[in-house]
């Protein structure tokens, strides 16, 4: 029905930048909320960032200053800027979507994950 693909992870050394990108496609009437989460080995999945339809958005503390979302409404696609990255940002990155489809049900939608190492 809904199809989000992501892309843009890889190995990075500290205090480098890597940028995510998460494409959805599919029965699309309209896309909502738009948004990043991670998950490192052995923790719980957190959000990272989130940015609204009318783009306002949302970070966690430990990533603010150094990642931005932003999102292309045209081609359904929000990304992930992350600069100054650190080692603690290691983790599995999972775009999010809010999303509403052909059947007028609101559907959430997780991306296939792309692996973030940061690591000299």
């Known amino acids: 029905q809904v199809q989000l693909v992501e892309s843009g992870g890889g190995l990075v050394q500290p205090g480098g930048s890597l940028r995510l990108s998460c494409a959805a496609s599919?029965?699309?009437?309209?896309?909502?909320?738009m948004g990043w989460y991670r998950q490192a080995p052995g923790k719980q999945r957190e959000l990272v960032a989130q940015i609204t339809t009318s783009g306002s958005t949302n970070y966690a503390d430990s990533v603010k200053g150094r990642f931005t979302i932003s999102r292309d409404n045209a081609e359904s696609t929000v990304y992930l800027q992350m600069n100054s990255l650190k080692p603690e940002d290691t983790a599995v990155y999972y775009c999010?979507?809010?999303?509403?489809?052909?059947?007028?049900?609101?559907?959430?939608?997780w991306g296939q994950g792309t692996q973030v190492t940061v690591s000299s």
């Open positions: 999010h979507v809010i999303i509403l489809v052909l059947s007028g049900q609101l559907v959430n939608s």
């Open positions: 599919g029965s699309i009437v309209s896309i909502n909320a």
